[in-house]
């Protein structure tokens, strides 16, 4: 019996072990899976959905072959799909019960398209030659487009190759437990045999004697049986038996691959949220924008390069700047626009949109060695093939009260709202009445004074000192007016705004005297008026961003804040 389980317990170690190696290599199933479609046609662009790049889980490896020049781009599906537009396209999907790609071709009014690099909509983008091979995490709703320079044909061959599960977890222990195994049972084999050498008993020699005469044979004493303890070889057996099973049923059991019960779930479930719009950027597309259009702003202010800003900036930003460029060209004493910070982006509240216009607010710290107070940036991009541009730079002056997260956004509020203490189309009137008229102004209260530092600088006191040191044959007029720029406002966590506007402060000199002459001091005016000296007198606009926090009409005791603003000289000329 001993030597019947040493024997199975080297048969289940020889068994235990080569299955634990089988499974490495022989049973080991293939480690990715790899799917491939060809395109036909002339179209210059191809979109490959997202269930195409989930047709399996995993990270993707996409290939793309069949082209001198390729271009791929990972962008959100409804930014793929509205970039396309009208332009003849290949869509790649997926077949479910083929588990296979199809391709189609969907004509358009449009056979070419401009070249998709560079543009602000795609998250991720890659360029090669004749052959690209990229390995992507493409979340859940994001697409890619294929394309060579938008003209020429896309190109026709596209592969992705998605890794498979062949882990062997059981391997390792089925290895080790039948050598666990195979020494149980060698130490069983040994076992055996020093109890078969003792069942034997003790041998005696039979003494020889003569031959002659040859005396009767003496018997042989019979062979004495070792008679074991009662109970005591039973119960070796039994319990070396059961040793012997517990190690067969672990290493069995083993091999089995094991599956946890699912866990009871419960009887209801809650019913799923109300689906919002998708946000107009993700943080990292916001990451990408910004240092492009910090690109674009240094190199364009270094060369006062007023056709470059142009492509990254619009509306009240543009307009400081440019007049700013041309201020310097005259006078080199000018100071040069602030900066777009390099920091970190410590705001980025996307507009809950999937159409255009679109429009992000942002708040960029300064770098950590510079004392530069943080800038809000409001950015707005018209149309799918356009660019980003900043339409308000500001600079902070107060914290941004508490928004909602990059990854939900905010709607944009009309600008004729009056969810807030005032409407934001009458932000920029109402702020710009308090500065001609300070504490008289009918909007006094509605605004909160304390930590507003561009009203001292530029308010009623200001002009009414400024006034008083013209010379006799001179005067001033202060007006103000709403400006051109768009008013963007969004949501903040407590009901409330933020609200960009663009303001214009006027100033009006004119002679009291028939043939007096003004002429304006510093050379700001003079350049942009293109005149040294008027008989007429000057009208100078100073464009003024201004950010603000609204609070909700149900907030007792607040006011609105001035959160940052940029102001300076944008125009000039003589009175007409």
Request: charged content about 20%; hydrophobic content about 40%; glycine content about 8%.
């Amino acid at each position: 019996m001993r030597f019947v389980i040493a024997i199975v317990l080297f048969v289940v170690a020889f068994v235990s072990v080569g299955f634990g190696i089988a499974q490495r290599t022989v049973l080991a199933g293939p480690s990715s899976v790899s799917r491939s479609v060809t395109v036909d046609g002339s179209a210059p662009l191809t979109m490959v959905r997202p269930a195409a790049l989930h047709g399996h889980d995993g990270t993707q490896t996409v290939t793309v072959t069949g082209g001198k020049t390729i271009f791929v781009a990972a962008g959100r599906d409804t930014d793929v799909r509205a970039w396309i537009g009208s332009t003849d396209y290949n869509v790649v999907g997926w077949n479910t019960t083929k588990a296979a790609f199809t391709a189609r071709t969907v004509d358009g009014t449009a056979k070419t398209a401009p070249s998709p690099a560079g543009s602000d909509l795609w998250v991720q983008e890659y360029t090669g030659s004749t052959e690209l091979t990229r390995k992507i995490n493409a979340p859940a709703d994001v697409a890619l487009l294929v394309a060579a320079d938008g003209k020429a044909a896309a190109p026709s061959r596209i592969s992705v190759t998605w890794p498979l599960d062949n882990s062997t977890p059981w391997s390792t222990p089925l290895v080790i437990g039948g050598i666990g195994v195979l020494v149980l049972g060698l130490l069983a084999f040994i076992w055996a045999l020093v109890h078969a050498r003792r069942s034997r008993g003790p041998r005696r020699k039979t003494p020889k004697t003569p031959r002659n005469p040859r005396p009767p044979q003496l018997k042989r004493a019979p062979e004495r049986k070792q008679i074991d303890a009662p109970g005591r070889g039973r119960r070796r057996s039994t319990v070396l038996g059961l040793v012997a099973a517990g190690a067969v049923a672990s290493v069995l059991l083993a091999g089995c691959s094991t599956t946890a019960a699912p866990a009871a779930s419960p009887s209801a479930t809650a019913s799923p949220a109300a689906k919002l719009p998708p946000t107009a950027v993700t943080e990292q597309q916001l990451g990408i924008i910004l240092q492009r259009v910090r690109t674009v702003v240094s190199a364009a202010d270094t060369n006062r390069d007023a056709t470059s800003l142009a492509t990254r900036m619009d509306g009240p930003a543009l307009a400081l700047r440019t007049a700013t460029y041309k201020i310097q060209a005259a006078d080199s004493a000018t100071p040069a626009p602030d900066p777009i910070p390099s920091g970190k982006v410590s705001i980025v509240l996307p507009q809950q949109t999937d159409t255009w216009p679109r429009a992000v607010f942002a708040v960029v710290q300064g770098a950590a060695d510079a004392k530069t107070p943080p800038v809000a940036l409001m950015l707005q991009q018209s149309a799918p093939r356009e660019n980003y541009k900043v339409t308000y730079a500001t600079a902070l002056e107060l914290d941004v009260p508490a928004v909602a997260p990059a990854t939900i956004g905010s709607q944009r509020q009309p600008a004729d709202n009056k969810i807030g203490i005032l409407r934001p189309e009458q932000l920029a009137a109402a702020y710009g009445d308090t500065l001609i008229n300070g504490d008289k102004s009918k909007y006094a209260e509605d605004f909160q004074t304390e930590g507003d530092k561009l009203a001292p600088a530029i308010g009623s006191s200001y002009k009414a000192d400024k006034k008083s040191k013209l010379p006799a044959t001179a005067t001033i007029a202060y007006s103000n007016t709403p400006g051109t720029g768009e008013t963007i406002a969004f949501g903040t966590n407590d009901s409330g705004q933020i609200v960009a506007v663009d303001d214009h402060d006027i100033e009006t000199v004119t002679p009291t005297e028939a043939g007096a002459s003004i002429n304006p001091q510093g050379t700001a005016v003079k350049t942009l008026s293109g005149k040294d000296s008027s008989l007429k007198g000057y009208v100078s606009t100073y464009g003024l961003q201004l950010l603000f926090y609204v609070p909700p009409v149900s907030a007792r005791g607040k006011k609105i804040q001035l959160l940052g603003f940029a102001q300076g000289l944008i125009s000039a000329s003589e009175v007409p």
